[in-house]
């Protein structure tokens, strides 16, 4: 039940493989995948992790671990907590503690990679946006808004041709494009908007609703304990998790031979709350951020059917 950026890493790469080879449904899968539990699952506050007073180790470390973890991604974390249950205060065979795992803390940076990768890509003069994230390529600048406002913008560098994927969560008869180079006709086409040539210069808008929604979700599986929640969205992104009905305070742990019942932190209680993000609600122009150039390197997920 906890979840894990091992396991985010491994149905993302998936979910990319499968939308660069004739399902292009599936980027929204990546997409609300990095916006919600893979970025909520990198850590921002340590103070949290109390040191501990051993020495280290070859596996384990006990030194300044709250600070150290800062930027690290959680090994596992529930829907509301940034470490799921109390299991990670019984030792392992080696004598650690199983707060943070090295296989976590890679994939999470795998994960956002291949995804910063795909997000926009220019193939045979065709610029693609997949997934409404800010990227810079050579040959354009691409600047998303959400979740604060549905606004992209593509400002071309290069004269090339120019598709952008349409949010799930908008109609593409919602969606509204204009440029500083006069009318645009967009022709909608499996799921992307379709908008011809465009010249060097030019710089794209696309506008669409980010509607606000709250659903109720069950995790957990049928004749175990359940957990309740409250979620609301704006577009794609979870802004609140909030837990309703009963709050169990314990779990059942079965990682070790002997399973046992731990303390858990899906309810209000327990380090490090998740998804507190209110002001994501406000309609504001974001501050952008210096862009790493993607000049081509690595692109060992990027990889088509011919």
Request: charged content about 25%; aromatic content about 10%.
């Amino acid at each position: 039940m906890p979840s894990r950026p091992t396991g985010l890493w491994t149905s993302s790469p998936l979910a990319t493989t499968l939308a660069n080879n004739g399902h292009p449904e599936h980027w929204g899968d990546v997409e609300r995948i990095v916006r919600n539990q893979l970025t909520e699952n990198q850590v921002v506050d340590g103070t949290w992790l109390k040191p501990g007073d051993k020495p280290d180790t070859a596996n384990s470390s006990w030194r300044d671990v709250g600070s150290r973890r800062v930027g690290g991604f959680a090994g596992w974390s529930s829907p509301t907590h940034i470490w799921s249950n109390g299991s990670g205060s019984e030792p392992t065979t080696s004598g650690g503690y199983r707060a943070f795992q090295n296989c976590c803390g890679g994939s999470g940076d795998t994960a956002l990679f291949t995804a910063w990768k795909n997000a926009s890509l220019i193939e045979n003069g065709v610029l693609t946006v997949n997934m409404h994230f800010d990227k810079l390529l050579p040959q354009a600048e691409i600047r998303c808004h959400q979740p604060y406002q549905g606004y992209l913008s593509v400002s071309l560098k290069e004269a090339c041709k120019v598709r952008v994927r349409v949010p799930d969560f908008v109609e593409a008869k919602e969606v509204k494009v204009s440029s500083n180079k006069g009318e645009v006709k967009a022709v909608v086409e499996n799921g992307y908007l379709e908008l011809g040539p465009r010249q060097a210069g030019e710089k794209i808008e696309v506008t669409y609703p980010v509607p606000v929604k709250q659903e109720e979700i069950v995790v957990g599986n049928p004749g175990h304990k359940q957990y309740h929640y409250r979620v609301m969205w704006k577009g794609d992104t979870v802004v609140r998790m909030t837990p309703i009905g009963e709050q169990y305070k314990t779990i059942h742990s079965g990682w070790k031979k002997d399973p046992f019942e731990t303390e858990a932190y899906y309810g209000e209680e327990g380090p490090g709350r998740l998804y507190q993000r209110e002001y994501m609600l406000s309609d504001v122009v974001p501050h952008p951020s210096p862009l790493c150039m993607d000049d081509g390197r690595l692109n060992f997920w990027v990889n088509h059917a011919k």
